[in-house]
C-alpha cells in the first residue's frame, strides 16, 4: 500500500477519539529502551516484562488481552474502561499512530498508511473532533525524547554492521576467499525476528534487548551506556578471536545482532541485508 507522505504544517484529523481501537489487533515494536520504560511502569524487571508482555523475541508488545466488538485482542497493557496503563511511558509507535515514521538521508519525514486517513475507518467520529497539524500533534504526543531514542538504536544497528564489516574485510577473512560469510548474512536477512534470535547466543541476545542498565529516563545516556556495555563486550570477543573460522562466526554473530536491532526499530531487515552484502562485495567480498 503507498503511504501518504505529510509535512509538518498538515492539517489532519488527528485528535483521538479515545476509542482505544487502535490498542486491538495491532502491532507494536519496541527497542530496549522502550522495552526498560515499559517494564519500570509496570514495576517489573525487563526479563519479566519480555516474558510477560512481549513476543517476536522482545521486539513486539503482546497483544493477548480481551477482544472488542470486531473480535481483535487487546493489547495486554490494555484495561477495559480505563485506556492505557502504561499511558505516560507507551512507545513511540503507539505515540505516532496513525502516523509513522522514517529517516531517508539522515531527515525524518511523516506519513500514514493508504491515501485515506486511517481513522477514518474505525473512528470516523474523529472528523468531528478538532484538526490539528502534524506538528502540533507530535509536540502534544511528546514524541521527541522517543524519536531520540529511536535514532540512537538506528545507529547502533548501523555500528553492529560495521563491526561485521570489519570483521570480514580487515581480518584477512575476505582475502582468504571466503564466502560463507556473505551467505549466511543473506540467510539472516530473510529470517523472521525469532528464527534470528535463535542464530545470537543468549548472552548476547539479552545484552542487546535486556541490558543491565540504569533506567535512564532520558534516552540519549541509556543508549551511549548500553553501546559503551556491548563496544566493551565485542572489544574482548575481538581480543579472542583466533581463527578464521571464530572470525567468521563473529561477523556472522553482529550482523544477526544489527539485524535484530533493525527489526525492533521498525526497519527493512531483508532490504538492509542485501544492501549490506552488494557494499562488502564492491569491496572485494564473495559469496
Ligand atoms: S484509530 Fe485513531 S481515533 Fe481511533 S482510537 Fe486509534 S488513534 Fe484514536
Ligand atoms: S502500549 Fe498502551 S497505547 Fe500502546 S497499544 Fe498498548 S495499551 Fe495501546
Request: aromatic share 6%; proline share 4%; glycine share 8%.
Amino acid at each position: 500500500m503507498q503511504n501518504t507522505i505529510l509535512h509538518s504544517g498538515d492539517s489532519l484529523p488527528l485528535t483521538c477519539s479515545r476509542s482505544g481501537t487502535c490498542c486491538h489487533g495491532n502491532r507494536v515494536r519496541l527497542n530496549p529502551w522502550e522495552l526498560m520504560r515499559l517494564a519500570q511502569a509496570k514495576e517489573l524487571s525487563s526479563e519479566e516484562f519480555r516474558k510477560k508482555h512481549t513476543c517476536e523475541a522482545g521486539t513486539v508488545l503482546l497483544f493477548n488481552g480481551l477482544p472488542n466488538h470486531t473480535g481483535k485482542s487487546s493489547c495486554g497493557l490494555y484495561e477495559v474502561g480505563k485506556g492505557c496503563s502504561v499511558h505516560p511511558a507507551r512507545p513511540l509507535a503507539c505515540r505516532l499512530f496513525p502516523l509513522g515514521r522514517e529517516i531517508q538521508n539522515g531527515t525524518a519525514h511523516y506519513m500514514h498508511e493508504g491515501s485515506d486517513f486511517p481513522c477514518l475507518k474505525e473512528c470516523p467520529e474523529v472528523l468531528n473532533l478538532p484538526k490539528l497539524t502534524v506538528e502540533d500533534y507530535l509536540l502534544g504526543q511528546e514524541t521527541q525524547l522517543f524519536e531520540n531514542a529511536q535514532d540512537g538504536y538506528l545507529e547502533l544497528m548501523q555500528n553492529l554492521a560495521d563491526i561485521s564489516f570489519e570483521l570480514l574485510l580487515d581480518s584477512g577473512l575476505s582475502e582468504s576467499g571466503d564466502t560463507e560469510t556473505l551467505t549466511s548474512w543473506r540467510k539472516l536477512g530473510s529470517m523472521d525476528v525469532t528464527q534470528l534470535s535463535k542464530e545470537i547466543p543468549t548472552e548476547w541476545f539479552d545484552l542487546l534487548m535486556i541490558p543491565e542498565l540504569e533506567q535512564h529516563a532520558e534516552p540519549m545516556s541509556f543508549v551511549q551506556e548500553h553501546t559503551e556495555i556491548l563496544n566493551g563486550k565485542i572489544q574482548e570477543l575481538s581480543e579472542s578471536l583466533s581463527t578464521l573460522n571464530s572470525i567468521r562466526e563473529a561477523a556472522k554473530w553482529m550482523m544477526a545482532l544489527g539485524l535484530l536491532l533493525a527489526h525492533a526499530i521498525g526497519a527493512d531487515a531483508k532490504g538492509l541485508s542485501e544492501h549490506w552484502i552488494e557494499i562488502a562485495k564492491s569491496h572485494g567480498a564473495q559469496g
